[in-house]
């Protein structure tokens, strides 16, 4: 079973909320920068989210990832990712390119980490394998710029 935690925290006066999903949570909050580690468990080859992170209206946020996987047999997997968003007035957030994988590492070519967008929020996720128990876990660092200016279109 699946643990849902939220953690509310203020970025230059605007609330937001990062949705954190997995067994284990541990995080750190500056202005501007939030740190946190989450777990989750897999059986199968389907996607799973692990972590969902609010990206505020009008900011720009760099989601940084290390996914880290172990399970019987030998079984494991490390990836690094790095994908960045923008809030677009507080209806949708769009990812600016495509998410870059620093390193990448598996003995099986069924797990993957991910990191897209869905809604206002960007959300990580992993794939294990049909019948591979594993033990997922993802440190995370999200950066977010200032609030756009009114000024500034």
């Known amino acids: 079973m699946k643990k849902c935690i939220v953690l509310t925290s203020l970025l230059c006066g605007l609330a937001f909320a990062p949705v954190l ?3 284990l949570f541990a995080g750190s909050f500056d202005a501007g920068k939030l740190s946190f580690t989450a777990t989750l468990n897999t059986t199968d ?5 692990i972590a969902t992170v609010a990206v505020p209206s009008n900011r720009v946020a760099r989601v940084e990832a290390q996914f880290l996987g172990i399970g019987g047999s030998y079984q494991s997997a490390s990836y690094g990712k790095v994908a960045t968003f923008r809030n677009l007035g507080g209806t949708n957030t769009i990812q600016i390119s495509i998410t870059a994988t620093i390193g990448a590492a598996e003995t099986d070519s069924h797990f993957d980490a991910l990191i897209r967008t869905d809604g206002t929020n960007a ?7 049909t019948d591979v128990p594993m033990q997922w876990v993802t440190h995370v660092t999200v950066y977010y710029s200032a609030e756009l200016a009114p000024e500034l279109p």
């Open 45 to 49: 080859n389907t996607t799973n989210a």
């Open 21 to 23: 999903t997995g067994l």
């Open 123 to 129: 959300v990580l996720s992993v794939a294990g394998d």
